[in-house]
């Protein structure tokens, strides 16, 4: 069992291969050059300059992620302390791609990383790492001097409770204590399920579509109908409720309807400060000559002899990569082509042209008690196997992660 105080590979990124980048990196060959054509964050590729397999690094993505990597291990963010704001991020997420991507939720650049319930308790983790200001954790009615991850999660009982206390008084303007709070809003939340339901049915219709359509959209099965049926009705979560605004008509914030709610359920990663955790890793990386970066198609980056090639493409039934979706017969005929060895993660690809060569079953406990399980699977082209450009290793690894 690896306890994850870990290793942060790469720069925040939804979707990130931040848990399995040793596995990945084991299961590469050791060639001259690597290729992370779908580079993302760049979380491979960190883990890739970090093994000593390789000489020569070249990195793609549409985004401009790979940039923005690339100047963060030249030092380009040494000397990054800010604390950003909701205000400043919307007013800055346009001018610097640093705050648009690692000060939003998701990493997407579009809203900001933390929701206005948690703000609070994440401007004074920054404070006291950062600037060895204890002062706003004080105001919580925390008294400590120190505010690592490690001491944080072995006080997040206590330390919550005071949070969320402070949060109703000084926010609320509510003498509840924490045990009335959350009655009082599980039962309003019971009061108005209906008005919820219909709200979200409402924003189906006017979309045109039908759960099953959302299903398709969120790569779920059968989860629409928790959201749109009575039997066993739940609000989303906040990441699922911004990914079904982009497609369906829901006006209002996730914070106006569910927000303090999400505040008594959450602050599972209450030592964590995403935006800054990621940049500090990178600081062991020293200024590298041989890391080329591009910005285009995947099939438009010409590959050396000697290399590995690495696809990490969006997975079928999730979000959509580009504009109009991600032509995959296009990805798998380009697949066959390469006479270099080819590894892609994906959970799935067509059995009579890939062989699943290695995977991954994460198990992932939060400190929240809750968890999760995935296979990631690592495929190669049978027509590589055929002709002996790559290897069949068959490696299955279960592996639990713990998150504090």
Request: hydrophobic letters at 35%.
């Amino acid at each position: 069992m690896i306890d994850f105080l870990f290793m942060r590979y790469g720069l925040p990124y939804k979707g990130s291969k931040n848990i399995i980048v040793p596995f990945l990196i084991d299961a590469f060959p050791r060639k001259k050059n690597f290729y992370d054509l779908f580079a993302g964050g760049c979380a491979v590729t960190h883990g890739a300059l970090l093994s000593g397999k390789f000489e020569n690094f070249f990195i793609n993505d549409i985004s401009d992620y790979p940039e923005v990597f690339l100047k963060a291990i030249n030092g380009g963010f040494k000397d990054e302390k800010r604390w950003i704001s909701r205000e400043d991020f919307l007013n800055l997420k346009d001018k610097e791609a640093y705050i648009r991507y690692c000060w939003s939720f998701g990493n997407k650049g579009f809203n900001y990383l933390y929701s206005k319930e948690v703000e609070p308790w994440k401007k004074a983790l920054h404070y006291a790492r950062v600037f060895n200001d204890f002062s706003l954790l004080e105001a919580f009615g925390i008294k400590t001097n120190k505010a690592d991850r490690i001491t944080v999660a072995k006080n997040a009982d206590e330390w919550k409770k005071k949070y969320i206390e402070w949060y109703c008084k000084e926010v609320l303007h509510s003498s509840l204590d924490v045990l009335e709070l959350r009655k009082n809003l599980e039962e309003n939340i019971k009061r108005n399920s209906e008005e919820l339901r219909n709200y979200l049915i409402n924003g189906l219709k006017k979309a045109g579509m039908r759960p099953c359509d959302v299903d398709r959209y969120l790569g779920t099965k059968g989860m629409a109908d928790h959201y749109f049926g009575k039997s066993q009705w739940e609000f989303p979560t906040r990441e699922v409720y911004i990914k079904l605004q982009s497609f369906l008509v829901l006006p209002l914030e996730y914070e106006e309807i569910y927000g303090l709610q999400e505040l008594l359920q959450s602050l599972q990663s209450l030592q964590s400060l995403e935006s800054l955790e990621s940049l500090e890793s990178l600081e062991s990386l020293e200024s590298l000559q041989s890391l080329q970066s591009f910005r285009g198609s995947y099939e438009k980056i010409k590959i050396r002899p000697d290399s590995v090639i690495y696809c990490d493409i969006p997975y079928r039934n999730k979000d959509g990569y580009y504009e109009g979706g991600f032509d995959y017969e296009r990805f798998y005929d380009w697949c066959e082509k390469q006479t270099e060895p080819l590894y892609i993660s994906e959970y799935w690809m067509p059995p009579e042209r890939f062989e699943c060569v290695a995977s991954i079953e994460k198990s992932v406990t939060l400190c929240s008690g809750g968890g999760k399980k995935a296979v990631e699977k690592l495929f190669v082209p049978k027509v590589q196997i055929k002709k002996k450009i790559a290897e069949i290793k068959n490696v299955y690894v279960q592996q639990e992660f713990n998150f504090f």
